[in-house]
């Protein structure tokens, strides 16, 4: 439609708007988030629903102890590998559409424990994820700057056409993997179908260079 | 205190146990005092309920891992070369069983004393992994038993619950070993160095590992 024309209208007393607008603006305007947290990241995003910082200003004060009533999970904190499975089978049990934001070092890289033996090094090794906030931990303002994004990701979503989101697209799945526990580690170690290790290359002198994917020869790899 | 006096004030008291003085040459002088696993617990409950000393507060458990050590030295050996005696130089390996240890810091609350270091060593680290639990003498002492039992593989008789703690039940390494090799997960290591950067490029020119 117009927008002079829409304008127009709106003045009138007339609101115009797409079924897809008011279906982005209504999921836009409330995010339920789960209600856990793994580590200390978890205190900052406490603090980020409280009164100081205040999230319920953009929608997403219902924290939900079930995740068959929340659509956003923050991890926030470090995955344990012990912890990894159950992580993973909350968010499958989250309804559609659902998004994941990775908080904090740990969740998306192991952070400082990256090498430790019970460490997750991301949790996007089984869950996709839509944003990640760096940090140790992120302030409460990157945890809002990161919501907000999503907000504006959710308000551009199309509801039709090769662009459209996951939960509209009844091929992609909407329940991954949950990983076991091994004898040595966790199996599968990561989901392949979710998660591909970037492509880097460690010379022998220890420095390091990223190959673009057309370049590398990763391709042939990709299962 | 005197750890002399201690010493001497348990053997009197507990007949037949070994104790041996470990001298801490440091500065900070702590010396401590291995018990053997026979007698660890007869030896624990002396402490705490001795008039003299009641340690009744243990504060802290930890292992250690003492992994075997393959000494090889020089030896003369005279030996017939060509039908003539002569000496020659031999190699000889000889292996030392490692073991694990676990200390216990004890304090006494009541005398306003301590700490006194206990330690207590396995007979090897693969079989003979047992060792007697002091969590009946100090229930403080159960989660970090369960710690040690779980990432050192020391196993506590006695112990009124002993699974792990921090790993899952079906894992079956003990990561605080030296020995212990964790998994080949080093896809991705964006600043990779020394020995995170041997195990990524090890990973990366084995094209992926698992």
Redesign the interface.
Known sequence: MDEKLKNELSKQGIITTTLQGLYNWGRTSSLWPLNFGLACCAIEMIATTMARYDMARFGAEVFRPSPRQADLMIVAGTVTKKMAPQVVRLYNQMPEPKYVICMGACAISGGPFKQGYNVLKGIDRYIPVDLYIPGCPPRPEALLDAFMELQKRIDQQQLTGANRPRHLNADEPSEFTVPRFGAHDLEPANNPNVWKAPLVQISQTGTLQTVSPQAGTDESRSD | MNLEAIKSEIEAAVPGCRLELVVNPSPSGQHSLRIDAAHAVAVALYLRDAPGLRFDFCSNVTGIDWPGKQTTEKVKVSKLVDGIEQEVEELRTTAAPGSLEVVYHLYSIEKKHGPLVLRMSTGDRDANVHLPSLTPVWRSAELQEREIFDLFGVVFDGHPDLRRL????????H?MRRD?V??D?Y???????DG??RR??QH?SEG?G?
């Open positions: 921090l790993m899952w039940d079906e894992f079956q390494d990561p212990y964790d998994p997960d896809e991705y290591e964006p600043t990779a160095h995170v950067l990524a490029s990366l992926g698992r």
